[in-house]
């Protein structure tokens, strides 16, 4: 059974860092498409960043410039580097693997608590 498995994240100041992490075990996923999304109280979820198995990179508007997502096939891992965190980043942030063919991905991580104070 593939499971998505998270660390990191937790409570930083506006400007501050925080890096989340994601390895993936049950399945190899260095061909898959790899994410990571948030989601605010009351609000959808929304896709932060996505890397295809080519390295390719895509950001929301939201963050680019300040986060940068990485992989490491080797070790099935994947990252998301938060830099100059703003209030607004507050959010849980999921990972997520393997795109499903209609615009989202088969696979998610448990979730991460990222707050964000001033």
């Known amino acids: 059974q593939v499971q998505l498995a998270q660390s990191g994240g937790g409570s930083a100041q506006t400007g501050g860092s925080l890096k989340l992490s994601c390895v993936a075990s049950g399945y190899d996923t260095q061909w898959c498409g790899l994410a990571w999304y948030r989601e605010d109280p009351g609000k959808e979820r929304a896709m932060v960043s996505a890397?295809?198995?080519?390295?390719?990179?895509t950001y929301a508007d939201f963050v680019k410039g300040r986060f940068t997502i990485s992989r490491d096939n080797a070790n099935h891992m994947f990252y998301l580097q938060m830099n100059n965190l703003k209030i607004e980043d507050t959010a849980v942030y999921y990972c997520?693997?393997?795109?499903?063919?209609?615009?989202?991905?088969?696979?998610w991580g448990q979730g991460a608590q990222v707050t964000v104070s001033a």
């Open positions: 890397i295809k198995p080519d390295g390719a990179e």
């Open positions: 997520a693997a393997c795109n499903n063919g209609v615009g989202g991905y088969t696979y």
